[in-house]
Protein backbone atom coordinates (compact mmCIF):
# COMPACT_ATOMS: atom_id res chain seq x y z
CA UNK A 1 0.00 0.00 0.00
CA UNK A 2 0.55 3.34 -0.55
CA UNK A 3 1.69 5.60 2.24
CA UNK A 4 0.62 8.85 2.08
CA UNK A 5 2.64 10.36 5.02
CA UNK A 6 5.83 9.40 5.41
CA UNK A 7 6.88 7.14 8.76
CA UNK A 8 9.23 10.41 10.23
CA UNK A 9 6.27 12.83 10.03
CA UNK A 10 4.30 10.35 11.60
CA UNK A 11 6.45 9.52 14.42
CA UNK A 12 7.38 13.51 15.04
CA UNK A 13 3.40 14.04 15.51
CA UNK A 14 3.09 11.15 17.62
CA UNK A 15 5.41 12.82 19.95
CA UNK A 16 4.42 16.10 19.80
CA UNK A 17 0.99 15.00 20.47
CA UNK A 18 2.33 13.16 23.97
CA UNK A 19 3.60 16.55 24.71
CA UNK A 20 0.92 18.48 24.33
CA UNK A 21 -0.88 15.84 26.39
CA UNK A 22 2.14 16.03 29.00
CA UNK A 23 1.39 19.77 28.94
CA UNK A 24 -2.21 19.31 29.45
CA UNK A 25 -1.41 17.40 32.22
CA UNK A 26 0.92 19.41 33.67
CA UNK A 27 -1.39 22.64 33.57
CA UNK A 28 -4.83 20.40 34.69
CA UNK A 29 -2.53 19.41 38.05
CA UNK A 30 -1.62 22.93 38.54
CA UNK A 31 -5.25 23.97 38.34
CA UNK A 32 -6.26 21.07 40.74
CA UNK A 33 -3.20 22.11 43.07
CA UNK A 34 -4.61 25.43 42.93
CA UNK A 35 -8.13 25.13 43.53
CA UNK A 36 -6.80 23.05 46.91
CA UNK A 37 -4.38 25.98 47.74
CA UNK A 38 -7.16 28.33 47.55
CA UNK A 39 -9.89 25.73 49.45
CA UNK A 40 -7.10 25.78 52.21
CA UNK A 41 -6.20 29.22 52.30
CA UNK A 42 -10.01 30.95 51.90
CA UNK A 43 -10.98 31.12 55.37
CA UNK A 44 -7.43 32.93 56.33
CA UNK A 45 -8.13 35.12 53.31
CA UNK A 46 -11.45 35.92 54.45
CA UNK A 47 -9.74 36.68 57.85
CA UNK A 48 -7.43 38.96 56.67
CA UNK A 49 -9.90 40.90 54.61
CA UNK A 50 -12.37 41.29 57.52
CA UNK A 51 -9.22 42.83 59.17
CA UNK A 52 -8.17 45.02 56.47
CA UNK A 53 -11.60 46.38 56.29
CA UNK A 54 -12.14 46.75 60.46
CA UNK A 55 -8.47 48.89 60.06
CA UNK A 56 -9.96 50.64 57.05
CA UNK A 57 -12.91 51.58 58.81
CA UNK A 58 -10.95 52.78 62.12
CA UNK A 59 -8.58 54.90 59.77
CA UNK A 60 -11.95 56.80 58.45
CA UNK A 61 -12.86 57.45 61.74
CA UNK A 62 -9.40 58.53 62.87
CA UNK A 63 -9.10 60.78 59.95
CA UNK A 64 -12.75 62.37 60.86
CA UNK A 65 -11.24 62.90 64.62
CA UNK A 66 -8.26 64.75 63.16
CA UNK A 67 -9.97 66.82 60.58
CA UNK A 68 -12.56 67.58 63.16
CA UNK A 69 -9.28 69.17 65.52
CA UNK A 70 -7.84 70.80 62.73
CA UNK A 71 -10.87 72.57 62.46
CA UNK A 72 -10.83 73.18 66.38
CA UNK A 73 -7.35 74.16 66.33
CA UNK A 74 -7.83 77.12 63.56
CA UNK A 75 -10.87 78.23 65.32
CA UNK A 76 -8.74 78.30 68.87
CA UNK A 77 -5.96 80.01 66.57
CA UNK A 78 -8.51 82.52 65.61
CA UNK A 79 -10.41 83.28 69.14
CA UNK A 80 -6.60 83.98 70.49
CA UNK A 81 -5.64 86.51 67.74
CA UNK A 82 -8.64 88.42 68.48
CA UNK A 83 -8.29 88.14 72.73
CA UNK A 84 -4.77 89.02 71.61
CA UNK A 85 -5.91 92.38 69.53
CA UNK A 86 -8.68 93.18 72.47
CA UNK A 87 -6.00 93.11 74.99
CA UNK A 88 -3.82 94.93 73.09
CA UNK A 89 -6.68 97.83 72.98
CA UNK A 90 -7.11 97.65 76.42
CA UNK A 91 -3.08 97.57 77.24
CA UNK A 92 -3.21 101.19 75.18
CA UNK A 93 -6.39 102.34 76.87
CA UNK A 94 -5.02 101.77 80.01
CA UNK A 95 -1.48 103.66 79.50
CA UNK A 96 -3.46 106.76 78.06
CA UNK A 97 -5.93 106.54 81.01
CA UNK A 98 -2.87 106.70 83.47
CA UNK A 99 -0.79 109.41 81.41
CA UNK A 100 -3.67 111.38 81.73
CA UNK A 101 -4.13 110.82 85.36
CA UNK A 102 -0.74 111.61 85.89
CA UNK A 103 -0.76 114.77 83.91
CA UNK A 104 -3.71 116.18 86.71
CA UNK A 105 -2.84 118.50 89.08
CA UNK A 106 -4.61 116.42 91.86
CA UNK A 107 -3.86 115.57 95.14
CA UNK A 108 -6.00 112.54 96.13
CA UNK A 109 -8.69 110.27 94.34
CA UNK A 110 -11.33 112.31 95.22
CA UNK A 111 -9.94 115.25 92.95
CA UNK A 112 -9.07 112.99 90.60
CA UNK A 113 -12.99 111.62 90.86
CA UNK A 114 -13.89 115.45 89.88
CA UNK A 115 -11.45 116.40 87.58
CA UNK A 116 -12.57 113.09 85.38
CA UNK A 117 -16.04 114.01 85.54
CA UNK A 118 -15.45 117.58 84.43
CA UNK A 119 -13.79 116.42 81.63
CA UNK A 120 -16.31 113.63 80.46
Known amino acids: MLELIPLQYRELAGAVACGLAALALIALGGVLNGWRLTAAYAGELADLNST ?11 RTSVAALDVAASEAAARR ?3 EREAETLRAQAKRKASWV ?6 SCDDVLRQSWGRL
Open 52 to 62: IAQQATELAAL
Open 81 to 83: ERA
Open 102 to 107: ASLNAS
